[in-house]
């Protein structure tokens, strides 16, 4: 869209509206990055849940995570960036709101260890 934007588009085009192409070109890569985010915090679901099979303690691993998170809360990391705070295992940035969940790689503590703890009944 944005190249049709610089060079005029295409000519069976002629009835667009250019502001739609406008919105279009803006809201396409919030929505593509969105999409991407939801399937980092997919993937660390998916994590969790591989490690749980592998060990056969998935109580263990959410025991893991709550310390760490609790951690976290005593002792900041004071050092972590947004642009470094996808490298931790617990987000150093903290919980956030609902905006700072949906720009997250890492889904919330709390999902994690609820997701483990629905694990226990199948692996026993």
Do not use: C, K
Not at 45 to 69: H, K, V, W, Y
Request: net charge positive; glycine share 8%; charged share 20%.
């Amino acid at each position: 869209a944005r190249w049709a934007m610089i060079f005029g588009g295409r000519s069976d085009d002629e009835g667009q509206n250019p502001l739609v192409t406008l919105a279009m070109v803006i809201v396409a890569p919030l929505a593509a990055m969105l999409i991407q985010l939801a399937v980092s915090r997919g993937r660390e679901f998916e994590a969790d849940a591989a490690g749980a099979r592998l060990t056969g303690r998935p109580l263990s691993l959410a025991n893991a995570l709550l310390r760490l998170e609790r951690a976290n809360e005593v002792r900041p990391m004071l050092a972590a960036t947004p642009a470094t705070a996808h490298m931790y295992i617990v987000n150093p940035l903290g919980p956030g709101g609902l905006v700072a969940r949906m720009f997250s790689t890492h889904p919330p503590i709390a999902d994690r260890v609820e997701r483990l703890r629905g694990l226990l009944s199948p692996i026993r």
